[in-house]
């Protein structure tokens, strides 16, 4: 496949700001506006409590994940994480090479358990490859996303234990 | 009941930091850590995005909530509240009180709905207090709250409309 997955460094930003740009322009996965300023994308995405790391492709950044502590203090044991790959490069296994990559890396860090908060229901190949790496629909948030085409669609909560196997 | 709620003002910081304080210290109820400065704890509460409000029996705050998106730009439509009792005036009514002006407020500011994302099984009161107001449990997060006392216990997720009746 070819893709390799680094932290991300301070040089990375232009790239990651061009791919987070792209991917919530149709306002159709992330509940970003899609008219949010650079400085706070990248705020958002590269804050201090947060890993980053870049996916490359023969030297070209073609996708981004940050994993976190999903809550404070006493509900830092639970990871959360945020996908992005350029609309470009959808269907060559970036996303799913993301995915495994950090599960391995909320492991190696100490999470118990990782927990996405607001998948959207429309984003079926999202939903489908975080069943196929391990994750639970726990919940079903009614509404819960304004999508800019097809108006108010649920969004999930997703789960997944890293402990005992 | 004589329970004044009213929008909170800079000088009601000393009272909201003291009521937080108390709140957070035995680790039972909130993620926050126990040991959180004061100052993070008030630029957590009261944040840009939020409307914070106290509640006052005889010209006295004992408690405060806010009221805040839970999400940006395309979630932006579902509200978030946190809400804190000082310790010695549990069971008057306090958090009763603020929980349904809570939601008179999120209607009048256009909120859909109102969620929580992170309500310990253990704080039976809160879990029995929402299920009254409304709300449902929608998710169980396993063992993602690491309680002082317990060890690892679950939390909720619990959701209300607040369109169509």
């Given at each position: 496949m070819g893709i390799e997955i680094r932290p991300a460094t301070t040089a990375d930003r232009d790239a990651i700001w061009e791919i987070f740009r792209e991917v919530i322009e149709?306002?159709?996965?992330?509940?970003?506006?899609?008219?949010?300023p650079r400085e706070d994308a990248l705020a958002f995405w590269m804050q201090p409590a947060a890993q980053v790391y870049v996916a490359e492709r023969d030297a070209k950044i073609l996708g981004s994940y940050f994993l976190k502590?999903?809550?404070?203090?006493?509900?830092?044991h639970v990871a959360n994480a945020g996908y992005m790959v350029t609309p470009t490069a959808r269907g060559l296994g970036i996303g799913r090479a993301m995915g495994e990559h950090s599960l391995t890396e909320a492991r190696r860090l100490g999470f118990r358990a990782m927990q996405f908060n607001f998948v959207v229901a429309t984003n079926e190949p999202a939903v489908k490859l975080w069943k196929q790496l391990g994750f639970e629909i726990v919940a079903t948030l009614p509404g819960a996303f304004r999508h800019l085409s097809r108006g108010y669609v649920d969004a999930y909560v997703m789960y997944r234990s890293l402990v005992d196997g």
């Open positions: 149709p306002g159709d996965t992330y509940a970003f506006d899609p008219a949010m502590p999903n809550q404070p203090g006493l509900g830092a």
